[in-house]
């Protein structure tokens, strides 16, 4: 970790938030604690910053550094730059560079801010905290310009009227009255300016290096109709899942509406129809009120979907070409590899997987775009592995390892999800982290980044030490959930009961099989940094042999208790490379039998046993095959993205975009790729 970055301008305010003590969201999960609603009148807060400059003649490059709270877009002379920040802690906080080279004005220019503060305790902002504000910092040709400061004028943005809120309180959603709109802010048209509020302290402490932010692009449709011939009926298909924000120009009389519909499938019953009320427990319905000028519906906050409906009152038009979505993904997120291989099913899963994380991927590794819109410590394991594979975008990785490396304020232990006001704490995804550091320098062989988490690394083990028996294995863990898999109807039958918390002397093979995990991999990093190990392995292997080994069937057992053998307590023992040599055949038959009877959470450890077995037509044929369990069943369904389960139906709020879905590129890079070359090969691709 570098020298941090330090603004030379103040942090600025809307004078609603000045002066707010900031609220500590932060505690562990199942520790209570009472924490103060932000006020009312603060929730789904849209404020505009604007500062007017003069850009010395001769200027070739011009560089805007910025930072707000809970989130910006960000305009010069009213041309979109871009979004951000992405999300962090304030101690550890993120920004923006921009850098214009070309089509400078010399002259008068107009740099304006857009920021928004949600206000909800939830996963996807870091918000909730009565913090909001931007920061900003402009150069001419390397020069300093001019700083935020009270030369900054400030109005909020009326027209975003307080909406219900969806998902799990992710969104509010976005009833835009273009009546109450004082003009377009991004120009500093309208009235009502005023100077902003200056914090006398920086409230932040910001990250070294800037983050490379998002890149945005308009999209046409790919199908745009009228529905039943009605010129107010619009019926959007953009082909694929996309993340962002639909686009309308419209006119109409002052005071009317329009209902705006998105979804990510269409209505079993009536194909001209976004189901809207959404699987996934998001609802996107949203109405505009159109001002009788020729209005630009300015959505702010992004969304997941793929179809649109849009309906107009009597006597509006639409303006220009009417409709467009807005993309975001991340900012040069291109492929730097292609896969070559004759077997349709499995180019076609590729191509799925692939298709996943360009559009799912933004500022962080998300759950899902729509529901909880959140970085998750173990959907990482797979989601940032197979797009570091895909894209090569190593700072995007490391940034995430440093998310979750933060919320070891919280508990050393670490944070399910980070950086986010949510406290959720999952086991499993904790223990994973070494093995994310592990796979991380695989892939860029940063030595600096391997000593930077070691005592992050070290920090987990002391936390779950405390749970720890005699012979080393781990009972009881309480504090944070036993998850194993997720939805619970995957888990294989897993025959120990999972009750959040778990009893004092709750012991399982899972968590003890990560527990392990944690320790071989951490031992791996301490040799690789020429450091003596600290973990005795064979001591816990040989509890866990004794506690859930069945010398009968050479099988792994879920508990002591049980004669279950699940997927889920016998792959991990071989990925782990710590299960007995006479259980691997007994395994191997195990898999081949009951193929992926578990959720996408655990097919990333399936597919590397069966790698690990050698049999890499089995890991092929998981990857291919067709039925309840599988990718060949969500393309069945017309899957543009991968699913957070196997098929529609196996959870009941279903998200139809869950790039933790896209393991087989792991597999493919890692597996086929060097074993199977006559099946696929893997190229790179020249930019």
Same mark, same amino acid.
């Given at each position: ?242 993340? $962002? ?69 009597? $006597? ?372």
């Amino acid at each position: 970790m570098g020298e941090r970055h330090v603004f030379r301008g103040h942090w600025i305010q809307n004078p609603r938030f000045y002066g707010l003590e900031p609220i500590d969201v932060f505690h562990k999960e199942h520790t209570p604690k009472e924490i103060p609603p932000v006020p009312e009148e603060t929730l789904n807060n849209h404020t505009w910053f604007i500062r007017r400059f003069t850009l010395p003649a001769g200027t070739k490059d011009l560089r805007i550094d910025i930072s707000a709270d809970d989130y910006a877009r960000v305009y010069l002379n009213g041309s979109l730059l871009g979004l951000g920040p992405a999300q962090a802690y304030a101690e550890d906080y993120q920004f923006n560079t921009y850098r214009i080279k070309e089509g400078l004005v010399i002259g008068e220019n107009i740099l304006a801010v857009h920021v928004y503060y949600q206000g909800l305790i939830n996963r996807a902002y870091q918000s909730g905290d009565n913090r909001e504000g931007m920061v900003a910092d402009v150069f001419a040709d390397g020069n300093f310009l001019f700083g935020s400061d009270s030369s900054f004028l400030f109005r909020e943005a009326e027209e975003y009227v307080t909406g219900a809120r969806t998902g799990y309180d992710t969104t509010f959603l976005e009833n835009i009255d273009m009546t109450k709109s004082a003009g377009n802010g991004a120009l500093g048209e309208g009235t009502g300016w005023q100077p902003a509020c200056v914090c006398e302290v920086m409230p932040y402490r910001f990250r070294e290096l800037p983050d490379p932010g998002l890149d945005i692009t308009e999209k046409l449709s790919v199908l745009t109709s009228n529905v039943g011939g009605d010129p107010r009926v619009l019926f959007m298909d953009f082909g694929s899942e996309i993340v $962002g924000t639909l686009r309308l120009h419209i006119q109409g009389v002052a005071g009317t509406s329009v209902r705006v519909l998105c979804g990510e499938e269409l209505d079993d019953h009536d194909y001209t129809m976004p189901r809207y009320k959404m699987r996934c427990n998001c609802n996107y319905e949203e109405i505009c009120t159109l001002s009788g000028r020729p209005d630009d519906i300015p959505f702010f906050d992004g969304k997941g979907f793929r179809y649109a409906r849009i309906e107009l009152p009597e $006597g509006a038009e639409w303006l220009n070409r009417g409709a467009f979505a807005e993309v975001r993904t991340r900012a040069g997120a291109h492929p730097r590899i292609r896969f070559e291989t004759d077997d349709r099913d499995l180019e076609a899963v590729l191509r799925l997987c692939e298709n996943t994380l360009l559009t799912a991927v933004g500022d962080s590794f998300p759950d899902c775009p729509q529901r909880e819109k959140g970085q998750y410590l173990g959907d990482f394991t797979f989601t940032g592995l197979a797009y570091l594979y895909l894209t090569g975008d190593w700072f995007s990785y490391k940034k995430a390892l440093r998310d979750f490396a933060d919320s070891a304020k919280v508990c050393p232990g670490l944070l399910a999800v980070a950086p986010g006001s949510f406290m959720q704490e999952i086991a499993d995804y904790s223990l994973q982290f070494p093995l994310q550091v592990w796979n991380g320098y695989r892939f860029s062989k940063d030595r600096a980044m391997l000593r930077e988490y070691l005592p992050v690394i070290e920090g987990i083990l002391r936390h779950f030490k405390q749970f720890e028996r005699s012979d080393g294995l781990l009972a009881g863990v309480t504090d944070k959930w036993n998850l194993v898999d997720w939805p619970a109807n995957l888990r294989d039958h897993y025959d120990v009961p999972l009750p959040k918390p778990m009893p004092p002397d709750g012991i399982h093979n899972v968590i003890n099989a990560f527990w392990i995990g944690a320790h071989i991999v951490t031992n791996r990093i301490r040799a690789e940094l020429e450091l003596p190990e600290t973990s005795d392995i064979r001591r816990r292997v040989q509890a866990f042999n004794s506690l859930f080994y069945d010398e009968t069937r050479h099988l792994y057992t879920d508990g002591p208790d049980t004669a279950h053998t699940s997927l889920h307590a016998n792959v991990l023992p071989v990925f782990y490379g710590f299960a007995r040599q006479d259980s691997l055949e007994a395994i191997h038959e195990l898999i081949k039998e009951k193929g992926m009877c578990c959720g996408l959470y655990l097919a990333y450890f399936v597919l590397k046993a069966c790698a690990l077995l050698h049999d890499y037509d089995l890991v092929l044929s998981l990857i291919t095959r067709k039925g309840e369990y599988g990718w060949m069943h969500m393309l069945e369904q017309d899957a543009s993205t991968t699913f957070e389960v196997w098929g529609k139906e196996q959870k009941h709020n279903t998200s139809l975009c869950h790039p933790c879905g896209a393991i087989p590129i792991i597999a493919a890079v890692e597996s086929l790729a060097p074993n199977r070359p006559d099946l696929i090969r893997v190229v790179p691709v020249r930019k």
